[in-house]
Nanobody, 129 residues
Framework: VQLVESGGGLVQAGGSLTLSCAHS????????IAWIRQAPGKEREGLSC????????YYSDSVKGRFTISSDNAKTTVYLRIDSMEPKDTDVYYC???????????????????????WGQGTKVTVSS
């Protein structure tokens, strides 16, 4: 299983950014994929999840309305679009995957992100005020 994030960078407050997670080595239909963010010294924060079962998307309350998770038709890349960015969005964003079809619906992605076993290297996002 390989996950590679990209798309991070410096953005002004109010702007938008789309992060990409290219995944390989597993059948997308068998895994749920989530986006998590974490800054050094801070706890992980689960943001959003896309279900392998039917593509249903899930969002934590803190990002609902500003973040959009999606997958390409080829099911090789998962995206996270962030709108109306704020300085508090400054973080390292990780793409993570876990086998099974209940990791999103169960809320594991925000309650227990450590249950996801496969992680990318992260992409850093900085939002300037």
């Amino acid at each position: 299983v390989q996950l590679v994030e990209s798309g991070g960078g410096l953005v002004q407050a109010g702007g938008s950014l789309t992060l990409s997670c290219a995944h390989s080595g597993f059948a997308f239909d068998d895994y749920d994929i989530a986006w998590i963010r974490q800054a050094p010294g801070k706890e992980r924060e689960g943001l959003s999840c896309i279900s392998s079962r039917d593509g249903t998307t899930y969002y934590s309350d803190s990002v609902k309305g500003r973040f959009t998770i999606s997958s390409d038709n080829a099911k090789t890349t998962v995206y996270l679009r962030i709108d109306s960015m704020e300085p508090k969005d400054t973080d390292v964003y990780y793409c993570t995957a876990e086998y099974g079809r209940k990791n999103c619906s169960s809320g594991y992605y925000y309650r227990s992100p450590e249950k996801f076993n496969y992680w990318g290297q992260g992409t850093k996002v900085t939002v300037s005020s």
